[in-house]
């Protein structure tokens, strides 16, 4: 099965600087790959994704960046607010009708005022 | 369009008790995941369906774990005799069956095994 590493486990930023998340994959028919938000008591939400035809994808203050070479892809938040606050979800899967992703364990985000 | 449903939302037991958990996917999502979040860690999957064909049930433990969705629709998770190491949040999910990838999570059930 895939394998996901998430890093770092914990992020603590100053309002207004950028956030990075790294995450790594061993799976290279994996082609998706999902971004999630979760807040504490909620459910994850999909923020941003990117898929294997694509090396950037970016949206509403948010950066993905996939090596499909390197395994890697990373998620960026620019001109953070404490509303990022957060955990965060990267995950990992393959299409072919069988899409079943791979979640890293998730790192939280602080963003002080 | 109305979210994908779960209940009951929170469950204290103690070991050795029954629980089953019941999961109200978006209409028309033909596949359905659950899920179990150990607290501060990531979702790891643990059945999922299309329609009412399990497609996944490899990270299920079924000797007390079962789920079942007879009608390809709403689906329930059950733990026969649950353990202080099912302690966790369970997620249930669908997704649309047009060919997308984005999964949508409910609120989860978050359980306590004392």
């Known amino acids: 099965g895939e394998q996901v590493e998430q890093l770092p486990s914990i992020l603590r930023v100053q309002e207004g600087s950028s956030a990075s998340i790294n995450c790594t994959y061993e799976?290279?028919?994996?082609?998706?790959f999902p971004w999630y938000k979760q807040e504490p008591g909620e459910n994850p939400k999909l923020i941003i994704d990117?898929?294997?035809?694509?090396e950037r994808k970016q949206t509403q203050g948010l950066i993905v960046l996939l090596d499909k070479k390197a395994k890697r892809f990373s998620l960026h938040i620019t001109d953070t607010q404490p509303g990022d606050s957060a955990m965060y979800f990267c995950?990992?899967?393959?299409?072919?009708?069988?899409?079943?992703?791979?979640f890293g364990k998730g790192t939280s985000l602080v963003v002080h005022p | 369009e109305a979210g994908v449903t779960q209940s009951p939302r929170y469950a204290v037991l103690q070991e050795g008790q029954a629980v089953s958990f019941w999961c109200d996917p978006i209409?028309?999502?033909?596949?359905l995941y659950w899920y179990q979040q150990p607290r501060d860690q990531g979702p790891q999957l643990l059945v999922y369906?299309?329609?009412?064909?399990?497609?996944?049930n490899s990270q299920l433990p079924s000797d007390r774990f079962s789920a079942v969705r007879p009608k390809g629709t709403n689906s329930t998770l059950k733990i026969q005799s649950a353990k202080q190491g099912d302690t966790a949040t369970y997620l249930c999910?669908?997704?649309?069956?047009?060919?997308?990838?984005?999964?949508?999570f409910g609120p989860g059930t978050r359980l306590t095994v004392l």
């Open positions: 990117i898929r294997s035809n694509m």
């Open positions: 369906f299309r329609d009412e064909a399990v497609i996944d």
């Open positions: 209409s028309g999502h033909d596949t």
């Open positions: 995950a990992a899967g393959a299409s072919g009708g069988n899409y079943k992703p791979t």
């Open positions: 999910a669908s997704s649309p069956d047009w060919g997308g990838y984005e999964q949508y």
């Open positions: 799976n290279s028919a994996s082609n998706y």
